[in-house]
Protein backbone atom coordinates (compact mmCIF):
# COMPACT_ATOMS: atom_id res chain seq x y z
CA UNK A 1 0.00 0.00 0.00
CA UNK A 2 1.80 3.16 -0.86
CA UNK A 3 1.46 6.20 1.17
CA UNK A 4 -1.20 8.51 1.07
CA UNK A 5 -0.81 12.07 0.29
CA UNK A 6 -2.22 15.62 2.28
CA UNK A 7 -2.10 18.89 1.16
CA UNK A 8 -1.01 20.64 4.20
CA UNK A 9 -1.44 24.70 3.94
CA UNK A 10 0.59 26.65 6.74
CA UNK A 11 -1.34 28.28 9.15
CA UNK A 12 -0.24 31.27 10.23
CA UNK A 13 0.68 31.59 13.93
CA UNK A 14 -1.61 28.74 14.63
CA UNK A 15 -0.69 26.05 16.99
CA UNK A 16 -2.56 22.82 17.31
CA UNK A 17 -3.81 21.33 20.87
CA UNK A 18 -3.30 17.75 21.58
CA UNK A 19 -3.93 16.96 24.89
CA UNK A 20 -4.68 13.17 23.97
CA UNK A 21 -1.97 10.96 23.02
CA UNK A 22 -3.78 9.43 20.34
CA UNK A 23 -4.37 12.92 18.68
CA UNK A 24 -1.33 13.49 19.07
CA UNK A 25 -0.02 10.53 16.96
CA UNK A 26 -2.36 11.23 14.62
CA UNK A 27 -1.03 14.67 13.92
CA UNK A 28 2.18 12.92 13.73
CA UNK A 29 0.96 10.66 10.84
CA UNK A 30 -1.06 13.31 8.97
CA UNK A 31 2.51 15.49 8.69
CA UNK A 32 4.24 12.69 7.47
CA UNK A 33 1.62 12.05 4.31
CA UNK A 34 1.61 16.07 3.81
CA UNK A 35 5.81 15.99 3.34
CA UNK A 36 6.62 17.92 6.44
CA UNK A 37 9.51 17.26 8.69
CA UNK A 38 10.64 17.36 12.75
CA UNK A 39 12.71 20.13 13.83
CA UNK A 40 14.95 18.26 16.08
CA UNK A 41 16.96 20.43 18.94
CA UNK A 42 19.22 19.23 21.07
CA UNK A 43 17.22 19.43 24.04
CA UNK A 44 14.35 17.61 22.80
CA UNK A 45 13.82 14.01 23.23
CA UNK A 46 14.67 10.88 21.07
CA UNK A 47 10.71 10.76 19.31
CA UNK A 48 7.73 12.24 19.18
CA UNK A 49 6.23 9.96 21.60
CA UNK A 50 8.95 10.95 23.95
CA UNK A 51 8.01 14.21 24.07
CA UNK A 52 4.35 14.08 24.12
CA UNK A 53 4.63 11.99 26.96
CA UNK A 54 6.88 14.36 28.96
CA UNK A 55 4.28 17.52 28.16
CA UNK A 56 1.11 15.04 28.05
CA UNK A 57 -2.05 17.40 28.08
CA UNK A 58 0.11 20.83 27.62
CA UNK A 59 1.50 20.10 24.33
CA UNK A 60 0.79 22.17 21.04
CA UNK A 61 1.81 21.79 17.85
CA UNK A 62 3.10 24.58 15.08
CA UNK A 63 1.23 24.97 12.05
CA UNK A 64 3.08 27.80 10.81
CA UNK A 65 5.38 25.72 9.00
CA UNK A 66 9.18 26.94 8.69
CA UNK A 67 12.05 25.53 5.92
CA UNK A 68 15.01 24.84 6.43
CA UNK A 69 18.16 25.63 4.81
CA UNK A 70 17.70 22.29 2.22
CA UNK A 71 14.37 23.73 1.39
CA UNK A 72 11.79 21.36 3.47
CA UNK A 73 9.20 22.28 5.41
CA UNK A 74 9.61 22.13 9.14
CA UNK A 75 7.86 22.12 12.49
CA UNK A 76 8.64 21.68 15.98
CA UNK A 77 6.46 21.39 19.28
CA UNK A 78 6.39 23.15 22.85
CA UNK A 79 3.83 23.90 25.51
CA UNK A 80 1.02 25.51 25.03
CA UNK A 81 2.33 28.62 27.15
CA UNK A 82 5.14 28.86 24.88
CA UNK A 83 3.17 29.33 21.66
CA UNK A 84 0.82 31.99 24.21
CA UNK A 85 4.02 33.96 24.64
CA UNK A 86 4.21 34.55 21.18
CA UNK A 87 0.92 34.97 20.27
CA UNK A 88 -0.04 32.09 18.97
CA UNK A 89 -4.09 30.98 18.22
CA UNK A 90 -4.53 27.43 19.54
CA UNK A 91 -6.82 25.40 17.70
CA UNK A 92 -8.08 22.03 18.54
CA UNK A 93 -7.13 18.93 15.92
CA UNK A 94 -11.04 18.96 14.99
CA UNK A 95 -10.89 22.44 14.38
CA UNK A 96 -7.23 22.28 12.17
CA UNK A 97 -8.49 19.07 10.00
CA UNK A 98 -11.63 21.31 9.00
CA UNK A 99 -9.19 24.51 8.24
CA UNK A 100 -7.20 21.83 6.10
CA UNK A 101 -10.06 20.35 4.45
CA UNK A 102 -9.39 16.85 5.56
CA UNK A 103 -12.03 14.36 5.40
CA UNK A 104 -12.57 11.61 7.25
CA UNK A 105 -12.09 9.40 4.49
CA UNK A 106 -8.67 10.58 3.73
CA UNK A 107 -7.71 10.18 7.78
CA UNK A 108 -9.55 6.06 7.82
CA UNK A 109 -6.84 5.66 4.71
CA UNK A 110 -4.00 7.18 6.56
CA UNK A 111 -4.66 5.73 9.57
CA UNK A 112 -5.13 2.55 7.66
CA UNK A 113 -1.79 2.56 6.10
CA UNK A 114 0.47 3.51 9.14
CA UNK A 115 -1.49 0.11 11.42
CA UNK A 116 -0.81 -1.99 8.10
Not at 1 to 20: C, F, G, S, W
Not at 39 to 49: A, N, R
Not at 78 to 106: A, C, D, V
Amino acid sequence: MKRPVIYLEDLNKTAIQVPIRNEFVELMRGYECGGVVWKHTHDEPTSHLEYWEKEGDRTCIRAQFLSSSSGDRIFGYSPESWYESLEFSSITLKQYYKKQKITSGQLTKMNKFFDA
